[in-house]
């Protein structure tokens, strides 16, 4: 079993709308989450970090974790053509600037104008 | 947010030649780097942990003698693929650690694609 599942997709949706992209983990050792967005051929960049249950919101972003389900969600509301791309989730042990990180496989999304 | 460069972004090369990717923390000093390593369609998978000045941690699985990495400052880690074969063609990325004030992150480089032909 993998440590960190996540659907590949691929999954379109059409602009403005809502997306809803999820990882669930296996290890309750876990305490940090992130989620990463990757364009084609480029690194990972960091959208949100949490090391809490519950909710937190950066703009169009929420990130939404559920420890007690192993649960970790990444809402992105009106949804734009520019966020097509793969969207990473990730999770490590302790805080993650010094810490492995341990990756989904990402889900591949697409908005279509 | 910092940046974190990467050289070549791209390199062809043929079997049995040894290839070195640069990782540079451009706007801050970075004690730890990390080197990952991405096949089509899969997730990062972290190769090693290297930190300024000492020897790198690599995962299990990895060759050491295989991927060397050397991270003899704190703005500079390379990877080296030593007697490149073509499985060893991969997207390579590195991260870096920004311990700054507020928060301590790692940021990626934008990627080195290797071919091995």
């Known amino acids: 079993q993998k440590e960190v599942e996540q659907d590949p997709g691929p999954l379109s949706v059409p602009e403005g709308a809502i997306v809803s992209l999820n990882c669930t983990y296996s290890?309750?050792?876990?305490?940090?989450f992130m989620w990463y967005r990757q364009y084609s051929r480029k690194g990972p960049e960091l959208l949100m970090y949490?090391?809490?249950?519950g909710n937190k919101e950066d703009g169009r972003f929420t990130a939404q974790v559920d420890k007690s389900s192993k649960y970790i969600s990444l809402f992105i509301r009106d949804s734009q053509p520019s966020d097509s791309a793969t969207y990473l989730c990730?999770?490590?042990?302790?805080?993650?600037?010094?810490?492995?990180?341990?990756f989904g496989t990402g889900t591949r999304l697409t908005i279509i104008p | 947010g910092a940046v974190v460069s990467q050289h070549p972004s791209w390199v062809i090369c043929k079997s049995g030649t040894s290839v070195k990717i640069e990782c540079r923390s451009l706007?801050?000093?970075?004690?730890?780097m990390f080197w990952y390593r991405q096949f089509p369609k899969q997730s990062l998978m972290l190769m090693a942990t290297?930190?300024?000045?000492?020897?790198?941690?690599?995962e299990q699985g990895v060759e050491k003698d295989k991927f060397l990495i050397n991270h003899a400052s704190l703005t500079l880690s390379t990877l080296t693929v030593t007697s490149a074969h073509p499985e060893d063609s991969s997207f390579y990325i590195c991260?870096?650690?920004?311990?700054?004030?507020?928060?301590?992150?790692?940021?990626f480089g934008p990627g080195t694609r290797l071919t091995v032909l």
């Open positions: 990730a999770t490590s042990y302790r805080n993650f600037g010094n810490e492995k990180l341990t």
């Open positions: 949490t090391y809490s249950s």
């Open positions: 290890n309750s050792a876990f305490q940090y």
């Open positions: 290297s930190n300024e000045g000492s020897k790198a941690t690599y």
């Open positions: 991260s870096a650690r920004d311990a700054g004030l507020v928060t301590d992150t790692q940021y």
């Open positions: 706007d801050f000093q970075a004690t730890t």
